[in-house]
């Protein structure tokens, strides 16, 4: 009968190991923040919507004054490409102000700071399938509360190139922005000043606030969208990562598009969508 080596046997005495961060119901950022910070937060905000306001608005009126755009301001503001332009350029304000703000407090690095942890292949993927189920259930699921027949979300589908330009930005640039915002700046403040559990409720209501204009009077979406952001939160809290709830979002919204895709007919017959 061979012998056991020694250096294999484990110690009868050695205290058990640390638990993984997965094994953990809840898991805890390492930053530090305060009712300040937040302050400065909302504060540099607004100041990205104003500076947001002047810099679109002058850019409208340098096209305009070329004949590039020949339209009045008050239809640019209903026009799908302004309101593309006005988020993208808000985002990048925001981004900076984000970016300082995080970096003024923590020196370990912007994505670190805000818990930015890719997860391992399997999980990713596991993440990736989630978000896929997550928006299949959303467009599926039987309509429970009032819904009017055309909201502002749909209005922005009113061609196939808008709806091409609404795609992309729905995929490449509203689930980082958004996470950034939601999961990561403003999660880990409520969270350091108040608690995980609060930060998981308190960033989910807030990220469906944040599309009720977007779905005004069509309330089962609205009801939709706090679910999933209850499940971006979640997500968010259990997994300690920034990148978890990222990946889902971004399975999410390239599930949603894709379904509309196929459905319009490759965005051909995009005004079906739109209900009088």
């Not at 020694?6 to 110690?11: M, N, T, V």
């Amino acid at each position: 009968m061979p012998l056991e080596n020694p250096e294999e046997k484990p110690l009868e005495n050695s205290s058990p190991s640390p638990r993984a961060p997965s094994d953990r119901i809840l898991l805890r950022s390492e930053m530090a923040w305060g009712p300040a910070d937040f302050a400065i937060f909302v504060g540099s905000a607004v100041l990205a919507f104003l500076l947001t306001d002047v810099v679109v608005l002058f850019g409208f009126l340098g096209l305009k004054a070329a004949n590039v755009w020949r339209v009045s301001l008050s239809d640019v503001q209903q026009n799908p490409f302004f309101l593309l332009t006005f988020q993208v350029v808000f985002h990048l304000f925001l981004l900076g102000f984000i970016y300082l703000l995080v970096l003024s407090k923590h020196e370990s690095g912007f994505w670190q700071s805000l818990a930015w942890r890719m997860p391992a292949q399997a999980r990713r993927v596991q993440l990736f399938l989630a978000g896929l189920a997550l928006a299949a259930v959303v467009r599926f699921t039987p309509t429970l509360l009032p819904e009017r027949g055309s909201f502002p979300l749909e209005r922005m589908f009113s061609t196939p190139a808008s709806a091409y330009a609404v795609a992309v930005f729905a995929i490449l640039i509203a689930p980082l922005m958004e996470e950034l915002i939601f999961r990561g700046i403003l999660f880990a403040m409520f969270e350091s000043m108040i608690g995980i559990r609060f930060a998981v409720v308190a960033t989910a209501l807030l990220f469906a606030g944040l599309h009720i204009p977007e779905y005004w009077g069509a309330w089962h979406h609205v009801m939709m969208i706090t679910v999933v952001g209850l499940v971006f939160s979640m997500a968010r809290g259990l997994t300690g990562s920034l990148a978890a709830s990222y990946i889902l979002h971004l399975a999410y919204n390239f599930a949603l598009i894709a379904i509309l895709f196929f459905e319009t007919d490759q965005f051909r017959n995009i005004q079906a969508l739109i209900q009088p």
